[in-house]
């Protein structure tokens, strides 16, 4: 069965500090991996896509099919950073349907 | 960018009645839009396919006959919670992808929050 998990529900740093955000997926097929952002009070919308390899915000993830992950990094974090993050998959039927994992808060202290 | 919207952005109904909301894309088209439920500090939970023109494809164990599906057309989709019950209160999002059928980037509506009493 599909499945997205994301060890963490909290994590908290301080500013300047590393973050590393974890997920790892379960799926048979070609796995297609998003990183979802929700700040406070605004909807959710699309951080990075594993597809794309690209840096966005000073965010990375890179899929790692033999470790079935695809984990959120930052070598430097910003209190702007605090929100929920969603890791997601795409199932690759071309139905669209995007499989979320538990979703992490990521607290940046002061 | 595109813009996915929901109506109302919060309702109270009382147990036993039937609620509607609905999801609009604002800037674009879409024959497929998501539904999903989302309970506090919770995932967001799947419940269904919308696709205009025909019937929605609902996931394992959300029941057809309590929630309602309607693409009316290529720019809304309606969700009615039918005999509401307090454990139907949640937030329920609605997202569309914006070019290329189902497979674009989908995009987000801000929510609705329902709570029945």
């Known amino acids: 069965a599909q499945r997205v998990t994301q060890p963490e529900k909290l994590l908290s740093v301080f500013k300047g500090a590393p973050v590393e955000l974890k997920c790892n997926y379960s799926y048979s097929g070609s796995p297609e991996l998003f990183w979802y952002v929700q700040y406070s009070r605004q909807r959710l919308q699309l951080l990075l896509r594993?597809?794309s390899r690209e840096s966005i915000k000073g965010f990375t993830a890179d899929l790692n099919k033999g470790e079935t992950s695809f984990h959120l990094k930052k070598p430097f974090a910003q209190e702007e950073d605090s929100a929920m993050y969603y890791c997601?998959?795409?199932?690759?039927?071309?139905?669209?349907?995007?499989?979320f994992g538990q979703g992490t808060t990521l607290q940046v202290k002061p | 960018g595109a813009v996915v919207s929901q109506h109302p952005s919060w309702v109270i109904c009382k147990s036993g009645t039937s609620v509607k909301i609905e999801c609009r894309s604002l800037?674009?088209?879409?024959?497929?839009m998501f539904w999903y439920r989302q309970f506090p500090k919770q995932s967001l939970m799947l419940m269904a396919t919308?696709?205009?023109?025909?019937?929605?494809?609902?996931e394992q164990g959300v029941e057809k006959d309590k929630f309602l599906i309607n693409h009316a057309s290529l720019t809304l989709s309606t969700l009615t919670v039918t005999s509401a019950h307090p454990e139907d209160s949640s937030f329920y999002i609605c997202?569309?992808?914006?070019?290329?059928?189902?497979?674009?980037?989908?995009?987000f509506g801000p929510g609705t929050r329902l709570t029945v009493t």
């Open positions: 997202s569309a992808p914006a070019a290329g059928g189902p497979g674009g980037e989908q995009y």
């Open positions: 800037d674009f088209q879409a024959t497929t």
């Open positions: 997601a998959l795409r199932l690759t039927s071309n139905t669209g349907k995007l499989i």
């Open positions: 594993h597809i």
């Open positions: 919308s696709n205009e023109g025909s019937k929605a494809t609902y």
